[in-house]
């Protein structure tokens, strides 16, 4: 199977989640095969996109959640407000949240627990800057962010846990590393993961790649089966741009079905 994670930021209100939701359906109408869409509006708009994805394959996720339960948090948004409102994933650790609000590896492993506490599936960020890159610190800054981030998880039953390998530099600047880096951090990060948490039914972990995905390079990510699917910003609030990646999703699905019978 392969994923998409549609990550709208702060860029649409309820309106136009609605909107955007609407035409987010509409990319997977006459698929017989068809990726897994996740679709993450900002917390305003997850009520009323519930409504129009309820009855459909796509799934609900949130851009974020706070760790404790309940209480005198102003602005925060706890796991049991999101269940309520049929969220079934929460992206945890994006870099936006680790830069801009300054987010800290420890604070990302107690939402990676609350997420899981609530049976939902976190969607973990990890990715390393551009400094860290140019120094070769990559992979030491990604494993450090791992191993935070999961330190204390171990998967029980068919409990899933999404990764996202999201190199700071790539989001938002139409910059992306080769495929072939990608497809060895994803190896990387797969390995990593399956030790810390302890990993016993395969597919339950699932590794996918994030920063300057589009309509014209999805395929190229998509077609490697290393990469489980791909994370989109910008790309996934214009829906020409998304149809063309959940056609590329679907165009790797179908060779891989066909070459299987
Ligand atoms: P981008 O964002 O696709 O706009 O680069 C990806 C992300 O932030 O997850």
């Given at each position: 199977?392969?994923?998409i ?22 990319t997977l ?55 309520e409102l ?47 890159r ?10 450090a ?24 530099w ?36 699932r ?55």
């Amino acid at each position: 199977m392969k994923t998409i994670i549609a990550n709208w930021k702060m860029n649409a209100g309820v309106r136009e989640s609605v909107a955007l939701a609407r035409g987010t359906l509409l990319t997977l109408r006459g698929r017989v095969v068809a990726p897994e869409l996740v679709i993450c509006p900002a917390f305003v708009g997850l009520s009323e996109v519930h409504k129009v994805v309820a009855r459909s394959s796509v799934s609900l996720g949130a851009q974020d959640v706070f760790w404790e339960e309940q209480g005198a948090y102003t602005g925060a948004v706890s796991g049991r407000m999101l269940t309520e409102l049929g969220v079934e994933y929460v992206i945890v650790g994006h870099s936006e949240r680790r830069q801009t609000f300054g987010e800290t590896d420890e604070q990302i492993a107690k939402k990676v627990a609350l997420v899981r506490s609530h049976s939902m599936t976190p969607i973990v960020c990890v990715g390393e800057t551009r400094a860290e890159r140019d120094q070769g610190l990559a992979r030491e800054r990604v494993q450090a962010q791992v191993l935070s981030a999961l330190g204390e998880v171990r998967l029980r039953g068919r409990e899933q846990l999404m990764m996202a390998y999201e190199p700071v530099w790539a989001i938002g600047t139409g910059e992306t590393p080769d495929v072939a880096e990608v497809v060895q951090m994803h190896e990387f990060v797969r390995q990593l993961v399956q030790e810390v948490v302890g990993e016993t039914e395969t597919g339950s972990i699932r590794v996918l790649y994030g920063g300057s995905v589009d309509g014209e390079n999805a395929y190229q990510f998509l077609r490697e089966p290393e990469i489980d699917g791909v994370l989109v910003g910008s790309a996934s609030v214009k829906l020409n741009q998304f149809k063309d990646i959940v056609k590329a999703a679907a165009d790797v699905l179908e060779s891989q079905f066909s070459s299987s019978v």
